[in-house]
């Protein structure tokens, strides 16, 4: 079956930190997306990403889709950026959003 | 505005109540999801509605039923849950059905967080 796969599966930083999670796909997608799951249960958008690179402040995002992975970059690391880092998945022709397990991080302070 | 609002945030219920799950976007998507999430597993997908139909069910048990009045609002109705369908439970919308050769972004709301006893 198509497989996303997220690493690592746990993350632990000293506040300051810089950090790179990765997202493997297993088929072409249409959409690529990266959210960050605060401990409510709110999902973030951080980035839409199918493919190339973009940054938003502290963090960034590289997709290469004909190798299939993605990259969330987190520099500087804030205890706020703790939670669950998710990449979800639409493969090309294909409607259903398919999830990865996740990367859970904890930043101390 | 990219706000999906999601009401009631906590939701108890026993096994024989009937209830609804409400979501409510004004971004004009005429997408919009229901997503169940169990505790330390990702979100998975349940319902999809375009333009108002439904397109996408995921074998998801009768006992869940989807509603969509309208392109602003997404209903979920629940009738004689078990135990295990205790979950947050996320709706979503984006601006047109993501793949299928469309790419769309999609937006997420709060959750409600559901206790069945």
């Known amino acids: 079956g198509i497989q996303v796969e997220q690493s690592p599966p746990d993350l632990i930083l000293q506040e300051g930190a810089n950090s790179t999670l990765r997202c493997n796909f297993s088929?072409?997608?249409?959409?690529l997306q990266w959210f960050h799951q605060n401990p409510w249960g709110q999902l973030i958008n951080l980035f839409y990403?199918?493919?190339g690179t973009k940054q938003n402040g502290r963090l960034s995002a590289t997709t290469v889709a004909t190798e299939r992975y993605s990259l969330l970059y987190i520099s500087s690391s804030q205890t706020t950026d703790s939670g669950v880092y998710f990449c979800a998945v639409v493969y090309t022709g294909g409607f259903k959003t398919i999830f990865g397990a996740g990367t859970r991080l904890f930043v101390k302070a | 505005d990219t706000e999906v609002t999601q009401t009631p945030k906590h939701l108890v219920m026993g096994m024989t109540n009937k209830k609804s799950l409400k979501c409510e976007q004004h971004m004009g998507h005429r997408a919009m999801y229901w997503y169940k999430q169990k505790a330390k597993k990702p979100p998975e997908l349940m319902f999809v509605?375009?333009?108002?139909?439904?397109?996408i069910n995921e074998s998801v048990p009768s006992r869940f039923s989807p509603e969509c009045p309208n392109s602003s609002l997404l209903n979920l109705h629940l009738h004689a849950l078990q135990p295990e369908d205790s979950a947050l439970y996320l709706c979503a919308s984006s601006q047109g059905l993501a793949g299928g050769g469309g790419s769309y972004e999609q937006y997420f709301g709060p959750g409600t967080r559901l206790t069945v006893t």
């Open positions: 509605y375009s333009y108002e139909k439904l397109s």
């Open positions: 088929d072409s997608v249409n959409n």
């Open positions: 990403i199918p493919s």
